[in-house]
């Protein structure tokens, strides 16, 4: 009788979400891995976040997971990573039903752009000044 009754007024049972685990590589440009990245995932529209650190594989894993009742289907999941200062464009996905049931997705973030090797103005001024006196120096031997 309570069956017919929930099928006859359209109410419907909603399905427990698994945890959610996320996963990912960050590359930089030429597509290598990048270790000691930092990373922030995010479901977006809510204030659930975690954040991880690359490994030397350039790999992260959500430290804890997303809790089955923090998202539902439909959600998206941003992912930002941050390297030597320089941000990522945010790289998103559309939680499904199968991340649900299953608990798991992976979402790589690649820069598309190039990472200033030395990080600052200081170590690019450096490693200019240290062209500039390597060439001098090559400079001075030809001409003797």
Do not use: W
């Amino acid at each position: 009788m309570s069956l017919c009754l929930l099928v006859s007024t359209g109410l419907s049972v909603r399905a427990a979400n698994s945890d959610l685990t996320v996963v990912g590589v960050v590359y930089d440009v030429g597509g290598v891995p990048l270790e000691d990245a930092d990373v922030v995932i995010t479901i977006v529209g809510t204030p659930f976040a975690r954040y991880a650190v690359t490994d030397s594989d350039g790999q992260y894993t959500t430290p804890t997971d997303f809790n089955g009742t923090d998202y539902i289907v439909g959600d998206t999941i941003r992912v930002v990573a941050s390297y030597n200062s320089q941000v990522t464009a945010p790289n998103e996905t559309v939680i499904d039903s199968d991340m649900a049931l299953y608990g798991a997705t992976q979402v790589d973030v690649h820069y598309t752009y190039e990472i200033p090797e030395f990080g600052s103005l200081t170590g690019t001024v450096v490693a200019m000044s240290a062209i500039a006196l390597v060439g001098a120096a090559l400079f001075a031997r030809r001409r003797k």
